[in-house]
């Protein structure tokens, strides 16, 4: 009796073994595959468009060329531009002259110019004060009116007035000029130095550059048109590096943080595959989208992670259906300033 209960006790046992070491088994063979998810090459656009306004000149590139940061795609009329700059130019030349001059101070031959008025108006100032005791000694005598004395006491004050202003100027032109006017000169300066640098960018501006390596998506304006700021006269599609925005079930949360090494996958490029990073994972996290296809259930969160990698040959396509492959203990990735720089 004890031998027909052990039977099915010692069955259970190994059951339950055999249950575990499979399940054991399992989830070593998932890890020493590493985490596998499925996402899309996102889609990111650049629209470029001019800064200031103007008729478009001409145009250099068409829809679907590849263009590089730096390369020159479209310029506008650039005339009003170009004589805003020469004008600056002018102002800023003649400030600088007028800041050298009070920064020169007075020249000998102005100091000696007014010395020599400071000694005519001494000089008529004595001739004026003797002709006033005249008057005055004319006049005790009964010779000269009241009248003639004090004609003669205006032209003393007078003379002495502008001795007093000679004098000064000649203080003055010894000093030089003030520092408050060579500072406000030098305001002056900087300022149409200011202008100037504007100037120039906006006749800069009349050029638009390619900021970032992709393809030509839509050529939005042509030539002839009026272009103003945020008018859009490009689209680009940038290609290189790509992202590819995938999501993770919680489950496997824990063997994915960004650093890690990645590779992307296309059932369509047998053979290809391109390696990335993990650069980004959602702290939050939301429902699988009914676009993506995993082998866990649509109700179960996921947290989406978003991998990079270089396509220099413009293989992966915006909006592609990849698959993601994390290796188990990847380690971060030692990245350059411009990974997909050659």
Known sequence: MKRKIMIPVAVGVVAIVAMGAYLLIGEHENRGRGVEIYGNIDIRQVELAFNDAGRIQHLDVEEGASVHPGELLAQLNAARYADAV??????????????????????????????????????????AVINYHRARVLYRRHYVSRESVDDARRTLDATAASLREARQAWILAVKGPRK??????????QADEAALALARRELADTRLYATAPG???????????????????????????????????????????????????????????????????????????????????RSQLVYTVRVYACNPTGALRLGMPVTVLIPPQSGSVPLPAHPCRS
């Open 86 to 127: 020469e004008r600056a130019q002018g102002q800023m030349r003649q400030q600088r002259q007028l800041l050298a001059k009070l920064l020169a101070g007075s020249r000998p031959e102005e100091i000696v110019a007014a010395r020599a008025r400071v000694a005519g108006a001494e000089a008529d100032w004595r001739n």
């Open 180 to 189: 408050e006017d060579i500072a406000e000169a030098r305001a002056a300066l």
């Open 215 to 297: 393809v030509v998506e839509d050529r939005i304006l042509e030539v002839g048109d009026m272009a103003t700021p945020g008018t859009p006269v490009f689209t680009i599609a940038l290609n290189n590096p790509v992202w590819a925005r995938a999501y993770l079930p919680e489950t496997r949360l824990a063997r994915v943080a960004p650093g890690m090494r990645a590779y992307i996958e296309n059932k369509d490029l047998p053979g290809r595959r391109y390696v990335g990073w993990v650069g980004y994972v959602s702290p939050t996290a939301e429902f699988t989208p009914k676009t993506v296809e995993t082998t866990e259930l």
